[in-house]
């Protein structure tokens, strides 16, 4: 670590995506839970992948797609993450690092090979995850660079951190040095299946302080407070006293505080291609506004302007400048 | 092998495709020739990837792209190509069978590694190639299933073949073994290049009959009569007396025939993207035509068709069935 500065640091899963096309029957023959991410072993996802068709390969992770879409708006950007010393991995750093985010987790000499996703995209665009976590089980302690978290303004998390073992002892050493210099910590929660396996941690991340910006969509804040009811779960977000976002795909995005809840419309698409970095192409936007002092409304359009972009193609990382995008769109972002 | 018959059987290199967009003065800096495709070694390989940005991978090799867009089309269809016992050549294999393309060539247990090509786009959709052959190299004598030959009504080699070592004397023996049984045996040139390297022995490939049908594009064509002229390549090409297809662009495309020289204009697109399979797609198109006994202008149109598709997204292999993309267009193809 130079003495560079950044604007965000993620620190996630580092995976890589094997995208096919499929059609639902595929998914119902082989048991899988339409939109959700599911954990597999080694043997099951090379099973799933025997089964499925022929596949394109692209980085991806929820967390470090939202930090290569934070670099593609111009924002100074970091990530940590762990893959291990195989090709994989390999095109993990290189994609990454291509992408202008610093990145220098060491890769796993051993142990299980570089995590990837079985991403199956359905004709109406939505995509079901099986995830072999692989390399990424073996973040730990050790990978947090103090200096980095230090000199990163926004340290971004995800909540499938909470699926390696060790990573989120890795997630709260973070969030400490964080707070300690007083810079800011967001989290996403991720996908409603993670929320009911970590609900009272993330509810206690919240109410202790440990982050202080939620991402959610509506499916992940209902499974938050357990009710069927959008309003209900909404009214009990705002009493955390975070800075929520609150994403609901073609309806837009609410921004919530103590004080208000405000709704921002999503941005317009041709043609829906495949929902992977959806949310994390939000994400990327809001915190792109956040960082550079937009007000909550801007931040939201910068959140819906990336997501718009990254479902009508393939893949979960921009093909596009998102920083001209942003300024074609009327939404340049400050220097 | 079973008893199965074929209607299409493809000789090609094997190789996956690491594609990325680039400007054009990154082809400038590293000396690359726009549109070509250049050989490299696996060290320069590896500089120019570290030096290109973030890719996506997709299985790729010039005759495996036509054959797989045969199978799309709904022809029972067979690859014959070396990959190695590794992570892209299990890749390689998975997504040619995934594609409904029966592919049995043994893997090279060791050896150089699986052939890749450092695919480079351009924003006017133009790419450049660079392609480490790797495990191509291996292909040999033995590789060539002679029954899968002879119960193959159409042979399809690629000029690219003639630069391995070994798989020139694979490329000899199975068009042999296909005529021998009355098969037919169709060429392509592949590139400019390629044919400024084996200009006479391509000659020689129609004059002695080794091949009846020849696949060029224009600046293939006008290399291989070492002129400037279009029309003047043309006459000496439809003096061949071979069956010969003329790729022009958006032009369309010329079908030589001793008697006559039909012309056939390009399938409409909204968006050129990436060239790359342009050429690979319309031979299948047009075998795929030629081998259920369409009419030649209807092959030439299903040519076009097939290759407007491709070059309408990244990657060289059709993202719909092309049986479908052809009926919808009025030309479904005879069972």
């Known amino acids: 670590m130079s003495d560079e500065k950044f604007e965000v640091l993620g620190l996630g899963n580092a995976i890589v995506d094997v995208i096919a096309r499929t059609e639902e029957d595929f998914l119902l023959h082989h048991g899988l839970n339409k939109g959700a991410m599911m954990l597999v072993d080694e043997s ?35 990530f940590i993450g762990k893959v291990k010393n195989d090709d994989a991995g390999h095109s993990f750093a290189h994609d990454i690092r291509k992408s202008g985010v610093h990145f220098d987790t060491s890769f796993a000499a051993d142990g299980p090979s570089t995590a990837r996703c079985l991403v199956l995209v359905t004709p109406d665009g939505e995509r079901t995850m099986n995830t072999f976590l692989g390399a990424c089980q073996n973040l730990s302690l050790d990978d947090v660079d103090e200096n980095l978290v230090r000199a990163s303004s926004i340290l971004y998390l995800e909540g499938y951190l909470w699926d390696p073992p060790a990573a989120k002892e890795a997630f709260v050493k973070a969030a400490e040095i964080a707070h300690a210099v007083g810079n800011r910590v967001a989290l996403t929660l991720s ?14 991340l919240m109410r202790n302080k440990t982050v202080d910006i939620v991402f959610a ?26 800075l929520g976002a609150v994403t609901r795909s073609e309806e837009g995005c609410l921004i919530v505080t103590r004080g208000e809840t405000l709704a921002v419309p999503a941005s317009p698409i041709e043609r829906l291609v495949d929902t992977t970095g959806a ?9 792109a506004g956040l960082v550079r002092g937009c007000d909550l409304r801007d931040a939201g359009r910068l959140g819906g302007l990336a997501a718009a972009e990254v479902i009508q193609h393939y893949g979960a990382r921009p093909t596009v400048s998102l920083c001209d995008l942003a300024t074609e769109n009327g939404l340049a972002l400050p220097i």
Request: charged letters at 20%; one cysteine or more.
């Open 279 to 287: 949310g994390d192409l939000f994400a990327a936007g809001f915190l």
């Open 217 to 242: 969509n509506q499916h992940e804040l209902k499974s938050l407070y357990q009710t069927s009811d959008f309003d209900t779960a909404l009214a009990a977000f705002r009493d955390e006293n975070v």
């Open 191 to 204: 996908d409603s299946f993670c929320v009911d396996r970590y609900r009272d941690e993330f509810l206690e």
């Open 44 to 78: 099951a996802s090379a099973r799933l992948y025997e089964a499925m068709g022929a596949a394109t390969i692209i980085s991806g992770g929820s967390a470090a797609n939202t930090i290569v879409g934070l670099s593609s708006f111009g924002i100074r950007s970091a």
